[in-house]
């Protein structure tokens, strides 16, 4: 599912599911703000799944907030540092009103574009019950000979651009969780990790952003 943002480019962020969680509704939020200066780059639609009937969570639900707030680039930085955290404030809002609403099982995610100790993503990091997934016991960099904590590019430490955030409900059910960095070519000559056999070049990649994912146990 794929609701239209605001980027010109077709720069959109969606998501997919299996039959086994149907999508039970939608929010968008890309009409968010003035006209003329909409708060999100591209939208933070939230998408409410129903959780498996035979689950220990049958009848409850999972709420799922999508993003990709403003990047760094451009001639000037400081505009795009109070967007991001213009954008970093009203997701942290959104998130706070569902808890109050009395959702429990929230997750947040997406291309945040600035790194863990910015002062454009404070409000969402530091000042919500949030929790990255990073902060999981065994953790899995996907490299197995380096420290690789970045998600984007060659994955160095300036580079941990790309974020799982769970509600304390969910973080109290992972089991794991970790970088997927196999279809990212990384460095020159791709050998800085492990990636598919079949890319032999960088055309080859999915993307330059490695995919994170949570282990969550519902049962």
Not at 20 to 44: A, E, K, L, M, W
Not at 94 to 101: A, E, F, G, T, V
Not at 124 to 143: N, R, S, V, W
């Amino acid at each position: 599912m794929l609701i239209d943002g605001n980027d010109s480019r077709g720069i959109d962020v969606g998501i997919l599911a299996k039959d086994q969680y149907p999508i039970h509704d939608i929010r968008s939020h890309v009409d968010d703000g003035p006209f003329d200066n909409r708060i999100f780059s591209r939208d933070c639609p939230e998408y409410r799944f129903d959780l498996p009937e035979d689950s220990g969570l049958a009848g409850e639900s999972l709420l799922v907030l999508v993003n990709h707030l403003k990047s760094k680039f451009g001639r000037d930085q400081a505009t795009s540092d109070k967007r991001r955290r213009r954008q970093a404030e009203e997701v942290a809002r959104i998130y706070r009103q569902r808890r109050d609403d009395g959702a429990e099982h929230i997750a947040v995610l997406g291309d945040f574009n600035d790194t863990p100790d910015s002062a454009p993503l404070q409000p969402l990091l530091a000042d919500t019950d949030l929790t990255d997934i990073a902060a999981a016991p065994d953790f899995d960099d996907g490299d197995p000979d380096e420290d690789c904590p970045g998600t984007f590019g060659n994955g160095t430490k300036n580079n941990k651009i790309d974020y799982l955030l769970l509600s304390p409900s969910l973080f109290e059910r992972t089991t794991g969780g970790g970088i997927f960095r196999k279809g990212v070519w990384g460095g020159t000559h791709g050998t800085l990790f492990p990636h598919f056999d079949t890319m032999t070049s960088k055309v080859h990649a999915a993307s330059d952003h490695a995919a994170v994912y949570a282990d969550i146990d519902i049962s």
